[in-house]
């Protein structure tokens, strides 16, 4: 009877230590390609002379500009 617990013990350590290799491959792959999707930090792109902007200038064009004059 002893001998059919060790042999049982034994199939669900050695199991889920494969399970566990097999979930850390699996997560290290799906940090690789999230790293490779991301986007691009600031340091970066002052590196390549850009600028990361949040947010754009706002510019009226010259209707708007003239209709907001004739307003006043």
């Known amino acids: 009877m002893r001998f059919d617990w060790v042999n ?7 199991v ?3 399970v566990t290799l097999i979930l850390a ?4 792959f ?6 490779a999707r991301r986007p691009k930090t600031a340091a970066e ?4 002379g850009q600028v990361k902007v ?8 010259a209707d ?3 209709t907001s004059a004739a307003k006043e």
């Open 64 to 66: 708007e500009a003239a």
């Open 30 to 35: 799906a940090y690789k390609v999230r790293e």
């Open 25 to 28: 491959v699996a997560s290290y």
């Open 54 to 61: 949040f947010f754009d200038q706002y510019q009226p064009s």
């Open 16 to 18: 889920s230590i494969v």
């Open 8 to 14: 049982i013990l034994a199939t669900v350590i050695f």
């Open 45 to 48: 792109l002052r590196q390549e």
